[in-house]
């Protein structure tokens, strides 16, 4: 069994909350201007973690890359403490170990090689790893990769993580056993998340509020509070109820 990481050995700044307000992005495309989104807002508290769902194309990658200030705004705001972005594919490099892939943000932040894997290490143990931190990523599964990248996210020192769609790859049996070890991860190391998903039911289980997108220009339709207590479960009535909710907000009919 995946054991939680203990609050140590490094401060990272604990968490803290994000704004986004009336945001609109635009594209140069060669079919003219194409806007990604227009008026989109989310608020998300500290601590809080928040899933964004809507259709494919609707802006929620773009919206990632926004918080994490890969790309800036048209009009409209965005407040935010430095944000790591974990995206859909791990994009573990293939030639490094799980131990040295997961101390690479580390290492791009300048760390010397030596004293970032002794930094990872421990965390490596923590998220059940240690008796693959000399294991390359074609040898781990989809659920080490994703642990592996997500410590990496972790290590990267920031408050606020961005995950998109880190588990879209994964086996329905592998799925749920990733939900509940990020829930217990995150009951360790507290962020404030931003959690782009296609799936309804992993958005209720795992967030504290769901954001509804409408189809591009993405913007929000709808803000769902989910004060549910953990750990929760697909087939839960009241998980169910408000699984309905956020499709009814996506148009699909039940």
């Known amino acids: 069994m995946v054991q939680a990481p203990v609050k140590e050995p490094f401060d990272l700044h604990g968490a803290v909350g994000l704004s986004v307000e009336n945001v609109t992005r635009r594209f140069q495309t060669r079919r003219g201007v194409l806007a990604a989104l227009e008026g989109m807002s989310l608020h998300a508290r500290a601590g809080e973690m928040v899933a964004v769902v809507g259709p494919s194309g609707c802006g929620k990658s773009t919206l990632l890359e926004l ?23 791990d994009l573990l490099l ?19 090689r030596r004293q970032a894997r002794a930094q990872a290490a421990p965390w490596l143990e923590r998220f059940g790893l240690g008796d693959f931190r000399d294991t390359r990523p074609a040898h781990l599964s989809g659920g080490m990769r994703q ?6 996210s972790l290590l990267a020192g920031k408050p606020v993580l961005a995950l998109d769609e880190p588990f879209a790859a994964l086996d329905a049996i592998t799925r749920h056993e990733m939900h509940g070890w990020l829930a217990r991860v995150l009951a360790a190391e507290p962020r404030t998340v931003v959690l782009v998903t296609h799936d309804v ?14 189809p591009r220009p993405g913007r929000a339709v709808a803000a769902i509070d989910v004060t549910l207590p953990r750990p929760r479960h697909a087939t839960d009535p009241s998980v169910v109820e408000l699984r309905d909710r956020a499709l009814s907000a996506l148009g699909v009919e039940r």
């Open 147 to 152: 642990r592996v990248s997500l410590l990496r």
């Open 201 to 214: 039911e992993e958005a209720i289980v795992l967030a504290d509020q769901v954001v509804v997108m409408s």
């Open 94 to 112: 293939p030639w490094l170990s799980a131990l040295d892939n997961a101390s690479l943000a580390l290492r791009v932040a300048g760390t010397p």
């Open 67 to 89: 918080i994490c200030g890969l790309q800036r705004p048209d009009c409209g705001r965005v407040d935010s403490e430095p944000a790591a972005l974990m995206p859909q594919r």
